[in-house]
Every structure is written in structure tokens, then in C-alpha cells.
T-cell receptor, first 113, second 118 residues
Framework: GEDVEQSLFLSVREGDSSVINCTYTDSSSTYLYWYKQEPGAGLQLLTYIFSNMDMKQDQRLTVLLNKKDKHLSLRIADTQTGDSAIYFCAESFYGGSQGNLIFGKGTKLSVKP | EAGVAQSPRYKIIEKRQSVAFWCNPISGHATLYWYQQILGQGPKLLIQFQNNGVVDDSQLPKDRFSAERLKGVDSTLKIQPAKLEDSAVYLC????????????????FGPGTRLTVL
């Protein structure tokens, strides 16, 4: 079955790096995503990685994918107070339901000044 | 470019009442999704439309939930009658699906409608 798991909370100090981890169960997923949700707002796509890649870097964001262990991580360098939000890992499949996203429960990132 | 619009932003009803949510996707986006996000959980897909046809409604509780997308643009999601466990944020998202597999299916989310059932 499809399942995405994340730790629920992470607290860091401003300027430190944050690492948010995610595990997924379905090896047939084609894309893996990181979404950010601020209070009272919808989800904002931060970055995504295709399943045949193992790393993607985008400014302060680094995504690492270990397909063998079905482990995905998001590293935020130089974390700022504006990065405080809930971060969702999601996987999608190309098959019967194109674009169907399966989300984890989200990791709440708190950044202390 | 305007984003995905949803209304109302908040709704409070009593159980057994009916409620409807409206979504206007990004112009030109063929695919529209409705998600339910219960407090403390990630969004769960309820229904996916491609233009005005249903692609996936396997997780839609069809005894009380219905959705339509007339003319392949706006969409409404209805709950009739509502139960306490329907309290959640209902998110609408849209995607163009024109970028194909090279970029994945990027979904753009609206701000959501927060429903409280008393």
C-alpha cells in the first residue's frame, strides 16, 4: 500500500541547517515532492525530485533521495524565522490516477531567533 | 497569474446540515483536485477531474459527498448531510498537466475552506 511517514516536529535555531526526513513505502512512485504550508494558507510547492535522481539542489534547499531505503530528506540551509511552517512530503505515481499525491502528516518546523 | 480561488474561507454548520464549497482553478488548467485535510494530517485526495470528467473518486464518501465541474472550469464540492468527522480544511488544487513527465505534475493549491461541524 501507499504510506508516507514523517517526524511531526523539528526545532532549530535561526542560521542553523534544518533536515526534515520522510520515508515512503511504494517503490513505484515516480516523483517525490516537498510542500510548505504556512498558517491559514494553502500548500506551496517547494521542490520535487524525479525518482531516478539522488540529489537536487535549489538555492537553500537540498533534496536527497535514497531509493533503496525509500528515504527522502529536505535540508534547508541558513534557516530563517520565515521558514517556520509545516513541511509535507508527498509522492505521486503515473498510472491509473495521474498526479494523485499521497501526503505525509507533515513536519512542523519551528525556528527560534 | 491569478492563483486558485476558493470560497468561502470559513464555514460553521451543525451536523446534518448541508454545505457547498466553490473552487476556481488557474485559467487553462485542465485538472482539478479536491483534498480533505483533517487537523494534524496531510491532505487526502477526495476527487480528481480532468476537464469535466472524473478521473478518480475512489476516496470520496459518495453517500454524502458530491462534486461537479461544469464546463470543465469551476467546481463545487457538496456535503449533505454533514457529520462531525467532516470538520476539516477542504483544499482545491489545479494542474495543467501540459509539462508532462519531464517536470512532474505540479499542483497549485488554493487557500482552502475551513469547515467546522458542530
Amino acid at each position: 500500500g501507499e504510506d508516507v511517514e514523517q517526524s511531526l516536529f523539528l526545532s532549530v535555531r535561526e542560521g542553523d541547517s534544518s533536515v526534515i526526513n520522510c520515508t515512503y513505502t511504494d517503490s513505484s512512485s515516480t516523483y517525490l515532492y516537498w510542500y510548505k504550508q504556512e498558517p491559514g494558507a494553502g500548500l506551496q510547492l517547494l521542490t520535487y525530485i524525479f525518482s531516478n535522481m539522488d540529489m537536487k539542489q535549489d538555492q537553500r534547499l537540498t533534496v536527497l533521495l535514497n531509493k533503496k531505503d525509500k528515504h527522502l530528506s529536505l535540508r534547508i540551509a541558513d534557516t530563517q524565522t520565515g521558514d517556520s511552517a509545516i513541511y509535507f512530503c508527498a509522492e505521486s505515481f503515473y498510472g491509473g490516477s495521474q498526479g494523485n499525491l499521497i501526503f505525509g502528516k507533515g513536519t512542523k518546523l519551528s525556528v527560534k531567533p | 497569474e491569478a492563483g486558485v480561488a476558493q470560497s468561502p474561507r470559513y464555514k460553521i454548520i451543525e451536523k446534518r446540515q448541508s454545505v457547498a464549497f466553490w473552487c476556481n482553478p488557474i485559467s487553462g488548467h485542465a485538472t482539478l483536485y479536491w483534498y480533505q485535510q483533517i487537523l494534524g494530517q496531510g491532505p487526502k485526495l477526495l476527487i480528481q477531474f480532468q476537464n469535466n470528467g472524473v478521473v478518480d473518486d475512489s476516496q470520496l464518501p459518495k453517500d454524502r459527498f458530491s462534486a461537479e465541474r461544469l464546463k470543465g472550469v469551476d467546481s463545487t464540492l457538496k456535503i449533505q448531510p454533514a457529520k462531525l468527522e467532516d470538520s476539516a480544511v477542504y483544499l482545491c488544487a489545479s494542474s495543467s498537466q501540459t509539462s508532462g513527465r519531464a517536470r512532474g505534475d505540479e499542483q497549485f493549491f488554493g487557500p482552502g475552506t475551513r469547515l467546522t461541524v458542530l
